[in-house]
């Protein structure tokens, strides 16, 4: 289970997300925190498994500052993605793996639990401490010494993260990414996207996926084709079956050619 605390969507608070439900309930996630139950163990099957865990997550209230510190709380996309990396650990297991723009952290400690042989988070500074609370204690237990967070804009400085890091990820996720349209910084996106995972490592993974915030979308798919990226949307069948969403897209980035 992923119980939230604190913030616009803490237990027993309302729903985070600002845009508007979708309309067929039967697609509706409305935040199901009582049936996000299964987690993946690490048994060493590559199949999931259940499991009792629970995940805590503190979020903080949705504000804006000069550095666009808001993702502090969790959206629809990343329980999508998690529950997919829930039924696909061997996706993660045994692999480096980076959660970009983590804002409260709920990808990179799912990756952590499901077996990923080191896990980096990233976004902003003003974010980072409420991650580091997150991916620690309870929420990463085994994996603490195979958790980091680090800072990270988009475009810049990625030969310094990969050094601070210790290597590329061969798996790199974002979620919820898509919501400034503005080329300038769709660009910086796709660079570091570009630049920064393992591209060479045999089962390299990058996703994308976002929600009814998706303006930025079109701008991103056209601009991974200039960078030499191609991207498609990953098949329901390949999530979770009930953690689809016709409101949720999940994107699958590969090399081009």
Known sequence: MYRLEGGEGGAGGAAPAPRPAPAAPATKLERRLAGIRRLAGADGSGGPVDTPSTLTLRQAP??????GAFASTVWDSSIVVSKMLERHPSL?????????SAGVGLVAAVMARVGAAHVAATDLGPNLGLLRENLSGANVAGAEGRVAVAEHRWGEGVDELVAELGGRPSVLVGCDLMYIDDPAT????????????DWDRAGACVL???????????MFVAECGRQGLACEEVPDSELHPGFVAEDVAVLRVARSG
Do not use: Q, W, Y
């Open 186 to 197: 769709v660009r910086a996106l796709v660079a570091t996207v570009r630049r920064l995972p």
């Open 208 to 218: 994308f996926a976002h929600g009814r915030n998706n303006r930025a979308e079109p």
């Open 92 to 100: 993660v297991r045994g692999r480096r793996c980076l959660d970009l």
């Open 62 to 67: 949705f504000t804006k500052s000069a550095d």
